[in-house]
């Protein structure tokens, strides 16, 4: 009896040791089983991708698609999922059964990494629109700009604007290309316009609404590699036209310019550098009667276009001088006023008639105060013979220059025979016969030594 209580002591013993060695291996496989066990992932915005190139044999190419992405969800291993990205996901529709344009139903192929399975995904099938693809051209002209973030400068305005490119081509499905009634050339931002500049462009493609198209299926293409747009900025002023009085004797009186102002248009330095334009240079002194006379409008450099203010183009000015109500007088010069320049001491002269008249500055009453001795005359007859008509050499005396000129006639004096003069004779009172009496016709108590010219 001993012995059999001791062989099932240990029998016990062996049992539950092999009991709890199976239990440890149950719990052992529960664990690894259990890291195992599958899970699933969701994936979002996966683009749904075709072939682009033109549908062969048909030349057909994808106008739209009705849903362009999709989101699915994955099951596989903790291990297996956790380096799974959006980029390891391809969602893929076949245009192998597409023969010619029109809208198509297809399915939207998932392929997912190995070791997992798709569960599921947002998007079955998708709407697609093919057409056969097609080009049309269209013009560019200054008035498809349009201008982006500019400034300009006060009195300022933009010219006419010069692309680079003539013609703008777009290419793609004809549908599409068919919504395309007129392109736009766009700048980039200008900030503030100089004189000349360029900046850069873009092509934007508009439809009859002038709605902007913006479609990845059509193109474009131009006779430039880059679109660039010249601008030119001009100033507009308005100044006086004017003439220059040689002498300052004239008034606005005796001046009239119609129109008096123009507008002028040009670069803006050119323009800023303009006050006023001169018409003509007038001699005061030769303008005798009054008269009208049309002159042309010379544009300054950098001036490109001259208007009246009202906005109409102009290339001349008529000037009016008006001289009949100036105060004039006539002085009648003597041969004792007249300075001679001869190597005869005896020369006779005629006397002359100078006509003068007040400049404009001038109080109407100093004529009164005028005489003869205001004149400075002079004649050369170093060479001359009698009854020779000899050009008088003028000019108003420093008192009255700046109120009094005279008029450019053609003023002369005639030579004539030089009286003879007596010998001398004693005079038994130490006098000398005619010493003291000058001759009454000539300049015979005249020096000719050199003199300087008034």
């Keep these: 009896m001993k012995f059999s209580i001791k062989a099932n002591k240990k029998s ?29 992932q969701s994936y979002d915005l996966i683009s749904i991708k075709y072939d682009s190139t033109p549908i062969k044999p048909y030349n057909l190419v994808v106008q ?5 992405t999709v989101n699915v969800t994955i099951m596989g291993s903790p291990r297996d999922l956790k380096n799974v990205s959006v980029s390891d996901i391809s969602a893929k529709i076949s245009l192998d059964s597409i023969t010619k344009p029109g809208e198509y139903k297809l399915s939207v192929m998932i ?3 190995d070791k997992t399975t798709l569960t599921s995904q947002t998007v079955e099938t998708v709407i697609v629109k093919v057409d056969s693809p097609s080009e049309k051209s269209y013009p560019i002209g200054s008035d498809s700009i349009e201008l982006v973030g ?26 599409e290309i068919d919504t395309v009634d007129k392109v736009k050339i766009r700048t980039a931002s200008i900030g ?8 850069a462009a873009e092509v934007v493609l508009l439809n009859k609404y002038g709605d902007e198209i913006n479609s990845p299926n059509l193109s474009i293409t131009m006779n430039t590699e880059v679109l660039t747009v010249k601008l030119s900025v001009f100033m507009k002023k308005t100044v006086p036209l004017t003439v220059n009085c040689k002498y300052g004797y004239f008034g606005s ?4 310019i119609s129109p008096s102002k123009v507008v002028i248009t040009g670069s803006p330095d050119a323009v800023k550098a303009v006050s006023s334009i001169n018409l003509a240079d007038i001699d005061e002194t030769k303008e005798l009667t009054d008269r009208t006379f049309s002159v042309n409008i010379i544009p300054p450099n950098g001036i490109y276009k001259i208007t009246t203010e009202d906005g109409k183009d102009i290339s001349s000015a008529e000037v009016s001088i008006k001289v009949s109500e100036i105060e004039e007088l ?3 010069l003597l041969p004792e006023n007249i300075v001679v320049y001869s190597s005869d001491s005896k020369v006779a002269l005629t006397g002359a008639d100078i006509k003068i008249r007040l400049a404009n500055s001038a109080s109407t009453d100093i004529l009164a105060y005028f005489t003869p001795a205001d004149i400075i005359a002079s004649v050369n007859a170093s060479s001359a013979s009698v009854g020779d008509a000899l ?13 009094v000129y005279i008029l450019g006639l053609e003023y002369k004096v005639t030579v004539g025979k030089a009286p003879e003069i007596s010998t001398p004779i004693d005079n038994p009172n130490g006098d000398t016969t005619g010493e003291d009496n000058p001759l009454e016709n000539g300049n015979a108590d005249i020096s000719l030594n050199p003199q300087t010219m008034p």
């Design 12 to 40: 016990k013993r062996l049992i539950l040791w092999v009991i709890s060695f199976l239990l440890a291996f149950v719990l052992w496989l529960y664990a690894a089983g259990a890291n195992e066990t599958a899970v699933e």
């Design 64 to 68: 739209s698609i009705s849903i362009d």
């Design 111 to 113: 392929t997912t990494p």
């Design 150 to 175: 500019w400034s300009l400068e006060s009195g300022c305005h933009f010219g006419t604007h010069t692309v680079n490119a003539t013609r703008v081509t777009v290419y793609g499905p004809t549908l």
């Design 192 to 199: 503030n316009a100089s004189d000349q500049m360029t900046v």
């Design 253 to 256: 009186e005796n001046i009239i």
């Design 330 to 332: 006539s002085i009648s």
């Design 391 to 403: 050009p008088l050499v003028l000019t108003v005396s420093e008192k009255f220059r700046d109120s």
